[in-house]
């Protein structure tokens, strides 16, 4: 997996890629592009796009640490962002 930082372009696309309907993952999202954005790699972009599959509610209960990633879910480059995600502030 490709540990290269993204390029500007990708990087607006996946931040185009994570906006939600739901306010409380946008503040979990958004504090995460505040703190990363500039070191962001290709794998952990990955990352990220498989967790914007999910629904609303099932991506909130992940960053509150309702339930851990499972099955297809349960990649080292999900695990790591998720746990980016989930930093307090």
Known sequence: MD???LD???LS?????CRRGLLENDLFIE????????TLTVRQAAGIEL????ADNDLLDL???RR?????LARPEVVDVLAQLRQRP
């Open 3 to 5: 540990h290269g930082l």
């Open 8 to 10: 500007e372009r990708a």
């Open 13 to 17: 696309k996946l931040r185009w890629r």
């Open 31 to 38: 504090r995460f592009f505040q703190r990363y954005e500039s």
């Open 51 to 54: 967790l914007m599959d999910l």
């Open 63 to 65: 960053l509150l640490q």
């Open 68 to 72: 851990e990633p499972e099955g297809e």
